[in-house]
């Protein structure tokens, strides 16, 4: 099977997957406690203007007739209006989402910078007081919460250092962006990176002990090159799975760092609007986080079948 066509079938699996996901996201967000419409009006409205203004949003209506409702705007690119902020959900939300998707990659890049050399250093040093010591790191790693670690940098680093990086925001410019998010970004790759680190050290100490890798070093080349051309891309091929599978992940756990750190992303977004109960607000955010995953999966998969061409004919 060619690449065109793998990609093709992992598309048309992604199908249904979006299609369970409109009729959770739907369906599941009724269930929250609360009326929209009093939340808006507040507890001094009367029942009569509650009444008239669920009737205005359609929230009288039998669930089944609102989500058709709800189905036929999404198919035309309607996501709804904000109850809240009396704007289109799919506006706030793409105004929000390229910071989010800074955080992610900046993030994501930040873990890959960490995780290889430490991993590479810790296979070559395999049982040794390097190996032990970056062993070490996966443990500490897992025992801090995010939002703990982005507390501690934040005090370390925005309040008692000088204030080398700012305590919130986005900033303005590229490196603006790269100065204001390094903070939320490194809190994230701290915890993307020990996983990382673990998946690549054992791929690496498998890859090194293979006769490819012996039969490289009998001709001569240095371990430099027999490292870079020979090893880490065989042994990277589960790493990407994991980094995506990771990414994943953290497209819904950006809600935290972006709150500890008042970043104007769509995961800020994503609470501000389950507090206000603003409905189509979460409906959009979910399946904008929900397609995000998708096509993250669907990445890491071609990812993997590039390094790998064997997976194309699984």
């Known amino acids: 099977m060619s690449l065109s066509g793998y ?3 992992r598309l ?12 959770l996201v739907f369906f599941l967000i009724h269930l929250v406690p609360g009326d929209p419409a ?8 009367t029942e009569q203007r509650v009444t008239l203004l669920r009737h205005e949003w359609g929230l009288d209506r039998p669930l089944p007739v609102q989500y058709e409702k709800f189905m036929n705007r999404l198919v035309h690119g309607d996501l709804g209006s904000s109850l809240f902020y009396g704007v289109g959900a799919g506006r706030l939300v793409l105004e929000r989402l390229p910071v989010t998707l800074w955080l992610i990659c900046f993030g994501a890049l930040l873990s890959v910078l960490i995780a290889v050399p430490l991993a590479i250093l810790a296979a070559i040093h395999r049982d040794r007081i390097p190996d032990h010591a970056i062993r070490a790191v996966p443990l500490i790693g897992f025992g801090f ?24 925001g986005y900033g303005s410019g590229f490196f603006g962006h790269l100065h204001s998010m390094f903070l939320p970004a490194l809190t994230v790759a701290f915890g993307i990176a020990p996983i990382l680190i673990r998946s ?9 002990e293979s006769d490819y890798v012996t039969t490289a070093r009998s001709k001569g080349l240095p371990e430099r090159r027999v490292l ?3 090893a880490l891309r065989n042994a990277a091929v589960s790493t990407v799975s994991v980094l995506g599978v990771n990414i994943g992940f953290l497209v819904g756990g950006t809600l935290v760092i972006e709150q500890v750190y008042a970043v104007p992303g769509v995961g800020q977004l994503m609470i501000n609007s389950i507090f206000q109960r ?10 904008v986080f929900s397609l995000m995953v998708v096509l993250v999966y669907l990445l890491t998969d071609v990812a993997h079948a590039l390094l790998d061409p064997r997976v194309r004919f699984d």
């Open 200 to 208: 690549l050290r054992a791929g690496l100490l498998e890859v090194l």
């Open 38 to 45: 009093r939340t808006i009006l507040g507890n001094q409205a």
């Open 278 to 287: 603003d409905f189509p607000v979460v409906q959009a955010v979910t399946l």
């Open 12 to 23: 048309l699996q992604a199908v249904p997957v979006m299609l369970g996901v409109t009729i």
């Open 228 to 230: 870079a051309r020979h």
């Open 145 to 168: 919460p995010p939002f703990w670690v982005g507390i501690v940098l934040l005090l370390v680093f925005a309040l008692h250092l000088g204030r080398l990086f700012p305590v919130g």
């Open 7 to 9: 990609v093709g079938r």
